[in-house]
């Protein structure tokens, strides 16, 4: 009978807590999506083209390389935030196993 009752208190307990650390949790982050860019590709004017027409299209083509680096480098700034944000998840994660440890520890002496 009592191995019954603990069977069933210890029971009631390992759901409850159960269903109180699902609650707890957050749901995951999503990632943001990251939009394409929206530099202009020059039309490049072939070998037969006026030399107006290159030196317009060595001015395009420098507008679209600069376009595509700028891209590049605010990609690789939010690149750089999602790791630096999980990097400090993770050491909030461990410094957290940490603690549970040594109370865990000091409990045992």
Known sequence: MISRLFLATSLALSLALTAAGVHAQAAPVTM??????????????GR???????????KEYAAYSGC??????ETK???????????EAIDEFNKFS????AQNEAAKN
């Open 98 to 101: 940490a603690e549970l440890k």
């Open 32 to 45: 943001p999506a990251i939009p394409p860019h929206n530099c202009g590709k020059p039309e490049f004017p």
């Open 48 to 58: 037969l083209a006026s030399p107006n027409r290159i030196a317009a299209f060595n």
């Open 77 to 87: 700034t939010m690149a750089n935030a999602a790791v630096a944000a999980g990097n």
């Open 68 to 73: 595509i680096k700028k891209y590049v480098d």
